[in-house]
């Protein structure tokens, strides 16, 4: 399954239904600078901690496509139903 999916700055520091991060104390909030360096990386970038539920989903990561100034475009792989090499790979959205 291939989909192209575009990811907004705005869209991961608020989070789904514009729920706030939650940061521990003492932690310093990134600046959009510091957010862009971070996902301006050939690595893959892998979710370790959700604060919601996917239904037998594991193993997320995302590989950034292109990034600027106010978009990310980035494939969305994961592994549902766990079983060995069985990933769906999504990408940006054409506008």
């Known amino acids: 399954m291939h989909h192209r ?3 907004y ?3 991961i520091f608020s989070g789904p239904c514009g729920y ?3 940061y521990p104390p003492g932690w310093k909030v990134p600046t959009l600078k510091s957010f862009q360096e971070m996902l301006n990386t050939g690595e893959k970038i892998w979710m370790t901690r959700r ?3 996917v239904s037998r989903v594991d193993c997320v990561y995302w590989e950034r496509i ?3 100034n106010t978009d990310y475009d980035f494939f969305n792989w994961y592994r549902k139903n ?3 090499r069985d990933w769906t790979k999504q990408g940006p959205q054409h506008r």
Do not use: M
């Open 51 to 53: 604060t919601y539920d």
């Open 5 to 7: 999916t575009a990811l």
């Open 66 to 68: 292109t990034l600027n």
């Open 82 to 84: 766990p079983r060995a």
């Open 20 to 22: 706030a991060i939650k």
């Open 9 to 11: 700055a705005s869209d």
